[in-house]
T-cell receptor, first 114, second 115 residues
């Protein structure tokens, strides 16, 4: 079975540009999580969805960040406009209903904002 | 609030050495506890877990015991290999309420094993 799929794997952009990160969770999983990982702050939960509905977005740093989950098989994390301090690795993870404590992580998107 | 504290790295060991990575937690109630591992360039993978006090999680030679009296979940391995070089994250999850399913991670401990 395919794991969590994220695209792109690497993104380099200039400050002020819009960035869209994509995630396809494991089929049948009903929870989806977006994380950001940096050396300084470690792993931070940005937002999570249950059954496509955003449950907690308190970790989203500011209004420049937005996330959507239009259906059970796709989610996006958008940054507009991007800033150099947004440079990080962004992970998507999904979790099945019967084992919601176990999260399956994608390979991550390494974002560099110049 | 809930939190996880794990020993800061990096930890450098020789092959076949004994490994301990300390992890303590603060939580209300009875959380589930996890160790995740992140190999270079990859996402996190679940290594082992324990869902109640005195449970022992084990996988790939790694073990950790849920100690409620000391609020700890220390990771151990008797003989590390070069292939164990990775970053290890301790995490907890509440089993009730609105935050059910959320993982709270420690900052990670980088392990390097030399041949």
């Amino acid at each position: 079975d395919a794991g969590v799929i994220q695209s792109p794997r690497h993104e380099v952009t200039e400050m002020g540009q819009e960035v869209t990160l994509r995630c396809k969770p494991i089929s049948g999983h009903n929870s989806l999580f977006w994380y950001r990982q940096t050396m300084m702050r470690g792993l931070e939960l940005l937002i999570y969805f249950n059954n496509n509905v955003p449950i907690d977005d308190s970790g989203m740093p500011e209004d420049r960040f937005s996330a959507k989950m239009p259906n059970a098989s796709f989610s996006t994390l958008k940054i507009q406009p991007s800033e150099p301090r947004d440079s990080a690795v962004y992970f998507c993870a999904s979790s099945p209903r019967q084992s919601y404590n176990e999260q399956f992580f994608g390979p991550g998107t390494r974002l560099t904002v110049l | 609030g809930n939190s996880v504290t794990q020993m800061e790295g990096p930890v450098t060991l020789s092959e076949e050495a004994f490994l301990t990575i300390n992890c303590t937690y603060t939580a209300t109630g009875y959380p589930s506890l996890f160790w995740y591992v992140q190999y270079p360039g990859e996402g996190l993978q679940l290594l082992l877990k324990a869902t109640k006090a005195d449970d022992k999680g084990s996988n790939k030679g790694f073990e950790a015991t849920y100690r409620k009296e000391t609020t700890s979940f220390h990771l151990e391995k008797g003989s590390v290999q070069v292939s164990d070089s990775a970053v290890y994250f301790c995490a907890l999850s509440q089993n009730y309420g609105g935050s059910q399913g959320n993982l709270i991670f420690g900052k990670g401990t980088k392990l390097s094993v030399k041949p």
